[in-house]
């Protein structure tokens, strides 16, 4: 009895390690199948992931990139998405963010616009002050193109009176020898007196090329040339 009942317990074991071997069959043939899945599936994504760094070459290209990209979806996507109802939240937040960027639109367009006309405004006004200095320096020209005529003058006066005082003194040397020395002294005080102007030419130049340096107009305009400097005498 004892024996049959061994029997009995084996065969239903047998039966169990069939079923059991039929199960782990099974579970070998969906792992292999899983297993060539992924890998099939991987493959798709290595080309994918190439064929779309060929695409990112042509980013500086819009056409090329739009053709790319179309050939790309028509190889890779065999069936349409479902469309699905974009969340509320989403769609909040996407609203909210769309109204702030054209509110910061539309400030900084008008503070560039305020820019613009402030900045014209400023042009025009340094334009004016530019053309007010031009005619300032124009007039001190003019009126040190006067003075300095009046000084030439002079000079030239009393160059020649020295000139014509010189050659009568030394006409008339033989006849007083104590004439030589009020024509000496008369040559002296007229030399002085050549110098001085002179000097004073010199000085008023040289506040004028200071006050020029000073006050001198960012415009484009061409001032006219100084005159010639002093003659100097023989």
Do not use: W
């Given at each position: 009895?004892?024996?049959?009942?061994?029997?009995?317990?084996?065969?239903?074991?047998?039966?169990?390690?069939?079923?059991?071997?039929?199960?782990?069959?099974?579970?070998?043939?969906?792992?292999?199948?899983?297993?060539?899945?992924?890998?099939?599936?991987?493959?798709?994504?290595?080309?994918?992931?190439?064929?779309?760094?060929?695409?990112?070459?042509?980013?500086?290209?819009?056409?090329?990139?739009?053709?790319?990209?179309?050939?790309?979806?028509?190889?890779?996507?065999?069936?349409?998405?479902?469309?699905?109802?974009?969340?509320?939240?989403?769609?909040?937040?996407?609203?909210?963010?769309?109204?702030?960027?054209?509110?910061?639109?539309?400030?900084?367009?008008?503070?560039?616009?305020?820019?613009?006309?402030?900045?014209?405004?400023?042009?025009?006004?340094?334009?004016?002050?530019?053309?007010?200095?031009?005619?300032?320096i124009n007039k001190q020209r003019e009126a040190n193109r006067g003075t300095k005529g009046v000084l030439q003058t002079k000079i030239a006066s009393l160059q020649r009176l020295r000139l014509a005082k010189s050659h009568q003194?030394?006409?008339?040397?033989?006849?007083?020898?104590?004439?030589?020395?009020?024509?000496?002294?008369?040559?002296?005080?007229?030399?002085?007196?050549?110098?001085?102007?002179?000097?004073?030419?010199?000085?008023?130049?040289?506040?004028?090329?200071?006050?020029?340096?000073?006050?001198?107009?960012?415009?484009?305009?061409?001032?006219?040339?100084?005159?010639?400097?002093?003659?100097?005498?023989?």
């Amino acid at each position: 009895r004892e024996l049959e009942q061994f029997h009995r317990s084996n065969a239903q074991l047998d039966l169990m390690i069939g079923e059991l071997r039929k199960k782990l069959d099974s579970m070998q043939q969906t792992i292999v199948g899983q297993r060539k899945r992924i890998g099939d599936q991987e493959s798709v994504v290595s080309r994918f992931k190439s064929e779309l760094h060929e695409c990112v070459q042509f980013i500086q290209e819009p056409e090329r990139l739009r053709s790319c990209v179309a050939h790309l979806h028509k190889q890779h996507v065999h069936r349409e998405v479902p469309h699905r109802e974009m969340d509320p939240n989403v769609t909040h937040e996407y609203h909210r963010h769309k109204d702030y960027l054209e509110r910061t639109f539309t400030t900084l367009k008008e503070k560039f616009a305020m820019d613009v006309e402030a900045h014209s405004a400023e042009n025009m006004r340094v334009m004016h002050d530019n053309m007010s200095l031009i005619r300032e320096i124009n007039k001190q020209r003019e009126a040190n193109r006067g003075t300095k005529g009046v000084l030439q003058t002079k000079i030239a006066s009393l160059q020649r009176l020295r000139l014509a005082k010189s050659h009568q003194q030394l006409r008339s040397a033989g006849s007083a020898a104590g004439g030589t020395a009020a024509m000496a002294a008369e040559m002296e005080s007229n030399r002085t007196r050549i110098q001085a102007l002179r000097s004073a030419v010199m000085e008023l130049e040289a506040r004028l090329s200071q006050q020029q340096d000073e006050q001198r107009p960012t415009s484009r305009e061409i001032l006219p040339p100084m005159d010639s400097a002093v003659p100097q005498s023989s």
